[in-house]
C-alpha cells in the first residue's frame, strides 16, 4: 500500500502500511521501482519453490505408494542452471542499483544548500549563504502530552511526536543540496518521503539532496538511537511554491535583520552672536607721529 495522500497535501505513513511509498522526489521514485522489482522476482522465485515443494509433497507422499529414490545424487545441468539463475538476477538488479546510488550522492547543480546539525536532541537548519538559521525541536503539545502520563490517541493529536516547533521550508522544483553533521552523538536525519537517509557525525560532514516535486507537509525523525530522548526528535518539511518560499524567506531575513542603531542627538543651533559695537573714530583712527621740527 503506497502512501496516502490527503487533501491537504500532507503525505505520512498509515497504520497498517505494508509497503514503501513512492514518496515525492526522484531519489524516492527509483528507490520505490528498485524495490517493487525486487518484491516482484521474490515473488516469482517463492511461487515457484514452493509451489513445486507443494505438489512434491501432495503427490509424491508415501500414502500414495510412492517411494524414495535412492540411487539420484544430483544432476549437474540442474545445478548448473539453479545456480546461473541468482547470479544473473543480481548482475542485472547491480546496474541500475549503483547507477542509483551514484545518482543520490550528486549534488551539482544545486540550487541552494541547508545544513543540517543534530543536537541531543533537536536539529539547527542553516540556509548557507541566506542568513537564516533556527532549531527545530518537538513541539510543546507533543512535549505536554508525552509527560501527561495518559494513554494518548489520535483525538489528543493526530500527529503525536511528528510536529516541530519550527518546520524546514524547503521550495518545489529545486534541487536542494544538505550538509549533515553533529554536534554531540551520532544522529540520522530520516524523511521516508525523500527517499534517503543520511547519518550525521560529529567531525564529519556528509552529502545529500533532494528535488521536491510537489507542495506537501512530509515528516520523518531521527533514526539512529542518540540518547534517552531518541524518540523525541522529529522532522517536519514543509514544501511550498518557490514565491512562497521567497516571501517566507524575506520575512525571516527581515525578523532576524539586527534592530536599527538610533540616530545621535542633533545637538540645537546655537544663537547667532550679536555684532560687536562699532569702535569710535578715535580709536578707529592710528595716532600719527609729531612732524619733526626742521
Not at 550522492?105 to 541531543?120: H, I, L, W
Request: hydrophobic share 45%; proline share 8%.
Amino acid at each position: 500500500m503506497a502512501l496516502a495522500q490527503d487533501p491537504a497535501g500532507h503525505t505520512d505513513p498509515k497504520p497498517w502500511q505494508l509497503n514503501m511509498g513512492p514518496g515525492v522526489t526522484p531519489t524516492s521514485h527509483a528507490a520505490y521501482d528498485a524495490h517493487m522489482i525486487v518484491l516482484w522476482v521474490c515473488v516469482i522465485i517463492g511461487v515457484l519453490v514452493f509451489g513445486a515443494m507443494a505438489v512434491a509433497i501432495f503427490r509424491f507422499r508415501k500414502s500414495k505408494g510412492a517411494v524414495p529414490d535412492t540411487t539420484l545424487t544430483h544432476n549437474t545441468k540442474l545445478e548448473a542452471v539453479w545456480t546461473a539463475i541468482p547470479i544473473l538476477i543480481l548482475v542485472g538488479l547491480a546496474f541500475p542499483s549503483t547507477s542509483g546510488l551514484i545518482r543520490m550522492y550528486d549534488v551539482r547543480d544545486s540550487g541552494m544548500t541547508v545544513k543540517v546539525t543534530g543536537y541531543q536532541w533537536m536539529w539547527k537548519y542553516e540556509y548557507l549563504g541566506e542568513e537564516v538559521s533556527f532549531t527545530s525541536r518537538l513541539d510543546r503539545k507533543s512535549d505536554d502530552l508525552r509527560q501527561s502520563g495518559k494513554v494518548v490517541t489520535a483525538a489528543d493529536d493526530p500527529h503525536y511526536l511528528l510536529n516541530v516547533d519550527n518546520v524546514l521550508v524547503l521550495p518545489v522544483d529545486t534541487k536542494v543540496r544538505f550538509v549533515l553533521t553533529a554536534d554531540d552523538v551520532i544522529h540520522s536525519w530520516w524523511v521516508p518521503a525523500l527517499g534517503w537517509k543520511q547519518d550525521a557525525v560529529p567531525g564529519i560532514v556528509n552529502e545529500a539532496w533532494a528535488q521536491i516535486e510537489k507542495p506537501g507537509v512530509y515528516r520523518g525523525q531521527c533514526a539512529e538511537l542518540c540518547g534517552k530522548d531518541h524518540g523525541f526528535m522529529p522532522i517536519v518539511v514543509k514544501a511550498v511554491s518557490k514565491a512562497e518560499f521567497a516571501t517566507w524567506l524575506a520575512a525571516e531575513k527581515a525578523k532576524r535583520a539586527p534592530a536599527p542603531e538610533p540616530a545621535a542627538p542633533v545637538a540645537a543651533p546655537e544663537a547667532e552672536a550679536a555684532p560687536a559695537p562699532a569702535a569710535t573714530a578715535s580709536a578707529a583712527q592710528p595716532i600719527q607721529p609729531a612732524a619733526q621740527a626742521g
